[in-house]
């Protein structure tokens, strides 16, 4: 793929420079205290997504680059090997089969809802509407990582991540908003209902031990992280590539089958003692990752186009 040659910047490494600065000053201006209050209600997610659309459309980054080929694929699937290996199932298991419960049927409901709200407005969006449906269902169930990972394998438009984020972040953040007013609430209502909370307090006990634990990333620790996450990236890569293409349009691509591989495969390293990798910042690691990977899709779209 040629890079656009009316941008101001054409290399692929000056690219991806300037695309890492971009989310660096994003994050490092969301922890003044003058620009809290900002980044809590339009939260960084934002920023990361339409400045590099902005940077496009005024010239400065290009439209189409090679590094663009490469960052969605790898630093997708680098991300979310690293966030997996730091998910505690046994944890999540122990809620008991009342939240289990509760959580798979707001996954249910999304599922169910995003088609019969597509289906209702089909003759005002456009033939490919439904990719952005899928990606906003995958935010909501799963955050921003899932959003990300659906949206890559539906084939989601660049240009159509720029409606999903903002309506992820209204909707999201308004009911958030609901909840923590109603959090004041949530002593009353635990005694009217009888709730036991005793296995969510014993959860709230084990993260911050977890966060306690944690400590500064060495030399080792970084190598490892780095390593393991761009193997598995490449490796889930190069099996899903193996695998058939499903789907008319498509809709279980390589990429997907890529998707659920280093998803699969995390979820079982998460058993092992490289879960320990979560006390250095894996989890962090991979949402850098993820968050450069944003900003490459945000430099895609051009609203010049």
């Given at each position: 793929?040629?890079?656009?040659?009316?941008?101001?910047l054409t290399d692929p490494m000056a690219v991806?420079?300037?695309?890492?600065?971009?989310?660096?000053?994003?994050?490092?201006?969301?922890?003044?205290?003058?620009?809290?209050?900002?980044?809590?209600?339009?939260?960084?997610?934002?920023?990361?997504?339409?400045?590099?659309?902005?940077?496009?459309?005024?010239?400065?980054?290009?439209?189409?680059?090679?590094?663009?080929?490469?960052?969605?694929?790898?630093?997708?699937?680098?991300?979310?090997?690293?966030?997996?290996?730091?998910?505690?199932?046994?944890?999540?298991?122990?809620?008991?089969?009342?939240?289990?419960?509760?959580?798979?049927?707001g996954a249910v409901g999304i599922v169910i809802?995003?088609?019969?709200?597509?289906?209702?407005?089909?003759?005002?969006?456009?033939?490919?509407?439904?990719?952005g449906f899928a990606a906003l269902s995958g935010?909501?169930?799963?955050?921003?990582?899932?959003?990300?990972?659906?949206?890559?394998?539906?084939?989601?438009?660049?240009?159509?991540?720029?409606?999903?984020?903002?309506?992820?972040?209204?909707?999201?953040?308004?009911?958030?908003?609901?909840?923590?007013?109603?959090?004041?609430?949530?002593?009353?209502?635990?005694?009217?209902?009888?709730?036991?909370?005793?296995?969510?307090?014993?959860?709230?006990?084990?993260?911050?031990?977890?966060?306690?634990?944690?400590?500064?990333?060495?030399?080792?620790?970084?190598?490892?992280?780095?390593?393991?996450?761009?193997?598995?990236?490449?490796?889930?890569?190069?099996?899903?590539?193996?695998?058939?293409?499903?789907?008319?349009?498509?809709?279980?691509?390589?990429?997907?089958?890529?998707?659920?591989?280093?998803?699969?495969?995390?979820?079982?390293?998460?058993?092992?003692?490289?879960?320990?990798?979560?006390?250095?910042?894996?989890?962090?690691?991979?949402?850098?990752?993820?968050?450069?990977?944003?900003?490459?899709?945000?430099?895609?779209?051009?609203?010049?186009?």
């Open positions: 793929m040629e890079t656009a040659p009316t941008s101001l991806f420079g300037f695309l890492a600065l971009i989310v660096a000053l994003i994050f490092w201006v969301s922890e003044l205290p003058r620009f809290k209050k900002i980044f809590e209600v339009i939260p960084p997610v934002i920023y990361v997504y339409f400045i590099p659309m902005f940077t496009t459309s005024t010239g400065i980054t290009p439209s189409s680059s090679p590094l663009y080929d490469w960052t969605v694929p790898y630093l997708l699937l680098f991300a979310l090997l690293l966030l997996m290996i730091s998910v505690d199932v046994s944890s999540i298991i122990k809620l008991g089969p009342t939240a289990l419960f509760m959580v798979t049927a809802g995003g088609p019969i709200s597509l289906l209702l407005f089909q003759n005002l969006l456009p033939a490919d509407a439904w990719t935010s909501w169930i799963g955050g921003t990582a899932n959003m990300v990972a659906i949206a890559e394998s539906v084939g989601t438009p660049e240009s159509a991540y720029g409606p999903v984020i903002v309506v992820d972040t209204v909707v999201g953040y308004g009911w958030m908003g609901v909840l923590i007013a109603l959090a004041g609430y949530q002593a009353v209502f635990d005694k009217r209902t009888n709730a036991n909370t005793a296995v969510i307090e014993e959860t709230n006990i084990r993260l911050a031990k977890m966060d306690r634990q944690r400590h500064p990333t060495t030399l080792r620790d970084a190598i490892m992280m780095i390593g393991f996450g761009m193997a598995g990236a490449v490796m889930s890569l190069e099996v899903g590539q193996l695998l058939p293409v499903l789907g008319d349009p498509t809709i279980i691509s390589t990429t997907t089958w890529a998707i659920l591989i280093v998803v699969t495969g995390g979820l079982i390293l998460s058993f092992t003692p490289l879960r320990e990798l979560e006390k250095v910042g894996a989890s962090g690691l991979g949402y850098t990752a993820l968050y450069l990977l944003l900003a490459g899709i945000g430099a895609q779209a051009d609203i010049r186009a």
